[in-house]
């Protein structure tokens, strides 16, 4: 890991932890309060603050568990460098790709 | 106390084998001894290295029943289990043959790391007088005395792991320069060991400072390095 992977893997962990916190207590609400799946659309539908929170959410995810999974790579398996790269890349765009789908689904009137 | 130790020794390269020999107790026995009684007595090919025997010239490292340690300041006593004693080359390193451990690669990643001093003055400079208290020079003292042994190298995962690690010992010698304000390479030192499989890319299992043999902490000197060089990194100073 050089320099720069170290600051945005710092820096998305750093961004995270707050937003674990509140995603955790959100399904604890959700779940305690036994919100059905219409009454969370209902809150969620249009929230630009919701769309906001777990769009950052998911950018920092991707770009965290890319690099985490990028140096798994390297100390646990033979490949080359480049196809590691290669694929840290790829699995941080899938990532992001199906989290922003997700919610989008829960956000989009 | 036995009368006997029973010793196996690793014999060979990379592919070898444990060879056992009994060899006589005595009080105030280092394992370097043992190998040494060894070599004089029982295998005159057994191959090792030494030089200074009081835990000065860093030479005599070996894995002792699966750890490493500087052979000539551990005592029999203190670590052989049941009166027997497993004696390997230092691990991630090759076998040169039998206990002699391959360094090339170590003090490859010596130079790698700029662990060099690079001056800033000439002979008709006149001496730089540097204050011991000075929070740089202390971090600089604390992390000096290293022997250049290997035990951390060999005792680290991250080495284990990644062959382009650069290690403790390294990245530890290189904290040392970063804090001399006599150093003029310290543009360059930054760059080194924040490159890939740098100092970043320590794990902080701090086996470094566990299994020095001379009580450093590399651990805290890469930690260090990562503080220094993410400072220059946001400033704009370090271009990856």
Redesign the interface.
């Known amino acids: 890991m050089n320099v720069a992977l170290y600051a945005w893997q710092r820096a998305t962990a750093a961004l995270m932890a707050p937003l674990v916190l509140v995603h955790l207590v959100v399904i604890f609400y959700a779940m305690g309060a036994g919100l059905s799946a219409a009454q969370m659309l209902a809150r969620t539908r249009g929230s630009i603050a919701w769309g906001l929170f777990y769009g950052v959410f998911v950018a920092a995810v991707s770009v965290h568990a890319a690099i985490g999974v990028r140096t798994i790579l390297i100390e646990w398996t033979p490949l080359p460098r480049r196809a590691i790269d290669g694929f840290a890349i790829l699995f941080g765009l899938v990532l992001a790709v199906l989290g922003l789908r997700a919610v989008a689904a829960v956000v989009l009137p | 106390m036995a009368d006997t130790l029973q010793v196996s020794l690793w014999r060979g390269g990379s592919d070898g084998r444990y060879v056992d020999y009994a060899v006589p107790a005595r009080e105030s026995q280092t394992v370097l001894d043992v190998v040494t009684y060894v070599q004089r007595h029982l295998d005159a090919t057994l191959s090792y290295r030494f030089a200074c025997r009081v835990g000065m010239c860093g030479s005599c490292a070996m894995q002792v029943n699966g750890r490493a340690r500087w052979t000539c300041r551990t005592h029999v006593s203190k670590v052989a289990e049941g009166g027997k004693l497993t004696v390997a080359p230092l691990e991630n390193m090759p076998v040169i043959k039998d206990l002699a451990a391959d360094m090339r690669e170590f003090f490859g990643k010596w130079q790698r790391a700029k662990g060099r001093f690079a001056p800033s003055k000439t002979r008709n400079d006149p001496v730089e007088p540097i204050d011991p208290a000075t929070p740089q020079r202390r971090a600089a003292d604390a992390a000096i005395e290293c022997i250049n042994c290997g035990v951390c190298y060999a005792s680290c995962d ?1 080495v284990k ?2 062959k382009d690690y650069l290690g403790p010992a390294q990245l530890n010698r290189a904290w040392t320069l970063v804090n001399d304000v006599r150093d003029a390479g310290n543009r360059e030192r930054l760059v080194a060991v ?5 100092c ?2 320590c794990h902080s299992h701090q086996s470094c400072q566990e299994f020095c043999p001379v009580g450093l902490n590399p651990t805290r000197s890469i930690a260090g390095l ?1 503080r220094k ?2 400072a ?3 400033k704009g100073e ?1 271009k ?1």
């Open positions: 991250t792991w990644d924040s490159e890939g499989s740098g970043h890319s990562k060089s993410l220059a990194y946001l370090l990856p």
